[in-house]
């Protein structure tokens, strides 16, 4: 298994309130990627970065934001939380290889509940 | 913008027979297709991954297949376990210029004992 941790596991905060969420990768991996997995839309990318300090928006970024300081470290971060950001949260990891392969490998979510 | 479509939803079959999972597509260029397999309550495991110049890609019993002129993947397992049971998830990179994966809803595949 790739070497993923995401923390916490299981989060539940009041409207309102900010939340960061942390992504840790051992395999020095370039590209991080945070998505959200919600019935009925599948999963969906929120952001995603190409390196240190260099990220972008994915389909769903709106109410998010993240920084990467580290190559190690992805954090995501609800500025304040709303009901519809209630979703299990999941960091993936990828790297170019002489193959190009960009295979994503992901770590095993949040469960985020804003009440 | 890319639409990934699995079908079925749901599909049960006893153990030990041969089964297909489908997932289609409908922008065909696509970087490459990555096949994955989600336990309850957990995340996903990557099962095997198909270049957009590749046709197959087998890993054990499982075999994947890529169509890109049609849109399409199946997914082969072989002499299905219970052990199989699980959601699986297709998910297709479009462009190498593009990071995103774009994924199906899943096929919820239960093998009975």
């Known amino acids: 298994d790739a070497g993923i941790t995401q923390s916490p596991r299981h989060k539940v905060t009041e409207t309102g309130t900010p939340v960061t969420l942390r992504c840790h990768q051992t395999e020095n991996h370039r590209y991080m990627y945070w998505y959200r997995q919600d019935p009925g839309h599948g999963l969906r990318l929120i952001h995603y970065?190409?390196?240190?300090?260099?990220?972008d928006k994915g389909e769903v970024s709106d109410g998010y934001s993240v920084s990467r300081s580290k190559t190690e470290d992805f954090l995501l971060t609800l500025e304040s939380a709303t009901s519809s950001q209630t979703s299990v949260y999941f960091c993936?990891?990828?790297?170019?290889?002489?193959?190009?392969?960009?295979?994503?490998?992901f770590g095993p979510g949040t469960r985020l509940t804003v009440t | 913008k890319q639409e990934v479509t699995q079908i079925p939803a749901a599909l049960s079959v006893p153990e030990g027979e041969n089964l297909v999972l489908n997932c289609s597509f409908t922008d065909s260029a696509i970087y490459n297709l990555q096949w994955f397999r989600q336990d309850p309550g957990k995340g996903l495991t990557s099962l095997l991954l198909i270049q957009s110049s590749q046709r197959e890609q087998t890993s054990g019993r499982l075999n994947a297949s890529l169509d890109k002129s049609s849109g399409r993947s199946t997914l082969y397992i072989a002499a299905s376990q219970p052990g199989d049971s699980a959601t699986y998830l297709c998910a297709v990179r479009s462009g190498a210029g593009s990071y995103q994966l774009t994924f199906g809803k899943g096929t919820k595949l239960s093998v009975i004992p």
């Open positions: 970065s190409y390196g240190v300090k260099d990220t």
């Open positions: 993936a990891i990828s790297e170019s290889t002489w193959a190009a392969t960009y295979e994503q490998y």
